[in-house]
């Protein structure tokens, strides 16, 4: 991206940020993984193709969901209009629609990281799981595009295991012999859905194993993360975090330069 200008000495600062924090943290954790979701046995080669199919369906729900949010955060700020009355009203209303969802259906509300161990575990039907998801989609685009304080990163992670866990048990119920352990399209989701955004498949990539301690899951990973990236790309979906930098500079009266949007890594 031409607003961070990526060198070699960079790069290995990050590589040596990412192992030392990733030593620290399994000191003082006892070597346990981020999400505990359990261990996995590695993808049976005769289903990798279910991955391919699975990678291309997040490119499509990353470029539906990204265009969903980027256009509700602009009729967001048209009713705004610079007003701090409406900012407030509209945040308590939406706080208050947020709260009263949180008793009454928690798995649809806050970052998601709290559901993620139960879907993959398969502790909700299959309609179950496609409500979650759809009504997580709503909270989690209206609560971002409005100006709530918050992040876009743990939601998305949540949103892909709720898709990828109801993609891997309709594969369960329609390929019997294929032995399918639904968390691990689960996991891949996590992935997929976050690279298909953001574009960033070796992110998604190595973020996700880190985090999951699924690590001989990395064939599957990289198939979905992948098929979801270049799908995204050819439908002509831009990186969210791109756009959403641009249009801060634009805000600030400083025009983007002009980039092309392959995928970053």
Not at 36 to 52: E, F, M, R, S, V
Not at 192 to 221: C, H, K, S, W
Not at 233 to 259: A, D, F
């Amino acid at each position: 991206r031409p607003q961070f200008r990526y060198s070699l000495i960079s790069i290995k600062a990050v590589f040596i940020g990412v192992i030392m924090s990733s030593i620290v943290f399994q000191t003082f954790n006892s070597g346990a993984p981020i999400l505990d979701i359990g261990k996995y046995h590695a993808a049976p080669l005769n289903t990798l193709w279910l991955y391919l199919v699975l990678g291309m369906v997040f490119g499509v729900i990353g470029v539906m969901f990204n265009r969903f949010l980027l256009t509700m955060q602009t009729q967001f700020r048209r009713f705004y209009q610079d007003k701090t009355s409406r900012f407030v009203a509209t945040g308590g209303l939406i706080g208050g629609l947020c709260g009263i969802a949180g008793l009454y259906w928690p798995q649809v509300t806050g970052g998601g990281f709290a559901v993620i161990p139960d879907v993959a575990a398969l502790h909700y039907s299959l309609t179950g799981i496609l409500m979650i998801f759809l009504f997580r989609v709503l909270t989690t685009v209206i609560c971002f595009s409005s100006g709530a304080p918050g992040g876009i990163f743990a939601p998305t992670l949540a949103l892909g295991t709720l898709f990828g866990s109801f993609f891997g048990y309709a594969a369960m119920l329609l390929f019997p012999q294929y032995q399918i352990e639904p968390a691990t399209f689960a996991i891949a989701g996590m992935g997929a859905l976050f690279a298909a955004t953001v574009r960033a498949p070796l992110t998604g990539i190595v973020l996700v194993l880190e985090m999951t301690d699924n690590y001989q899951l990395i064939l599957p990973m990289i198939i979905t993360c992948l098929g979801a990236t270049l799908l995204a790309q050819y439908l002509g979906g831009r990186p969210l975090y791109s756009v959403l930098l641009e249009r801060i500079l634009m805000q600030n009266g400083t025009p983007p330069e002009k980039t092309g949007d392959a995928p970053r890594g």
